[in-house]
């Protein structure tokens, strides 16, 4: 183990490896509602989302919403909410967690464009500030650390 893993991993963060693909953004495995799937990691999307295409799969109670959303060259996207879901990242897990439904169909054109795999959504900072994510970028790992007691 690295010196970073060492200290990390005594103040209860969890390891979980990044994989970068073509189009320069890292790809995660994640887990929702105990569904697996393939998510881009973005520090820079407020909420994490999934597309429209995954409220059966994900087993997800999708409200309607005035709300749009915007990313990624597209403005003004239609949404959907999903209250209180269960997300797990490696060994972290956090539930309660609201994600944003979007038509993710142009991000995954994009990606396939780039000879990337399609996505299930994107991991974005709502869960990286709870998780009190550290990310290695040189190494290509995520730490992510779940809530004990102490520090609810």
Known sequence: MTKLTDF??????????????NTNH?????KVNKVKG????????????????MIENLSLDAEPTDQKASGAG????ETKLAKNNVVQIGKY???KVNLVLIDLSHINEAL?????????GIIGADILFKGKAIIDYDKKYLYLKNKTEKNK
Request: aromatic share 8%; hydrophobic share 35%; proline share 4%.
């Open 112 to 120: 396939i464009s780039q000879n990337a795999d399609p996505v299930t």
């Open 26 to 30: 890292f790809e995660i495995k994640a």
């Open 74 to 77: 597209s403005t003004n996207l």
């Open 93 to 95: 897990k956090q539930p």
């Open 38 to 53: 393939n998510f881009i990691l973005d520090t820079g999307a407020s909420n994490s989302c999934v597309g429209f295409d």
């Open 8 to 21: 990390l991993s005594k103040q209860g963060y969890q390891k979980i490896k990044l994989k970068k693909i």
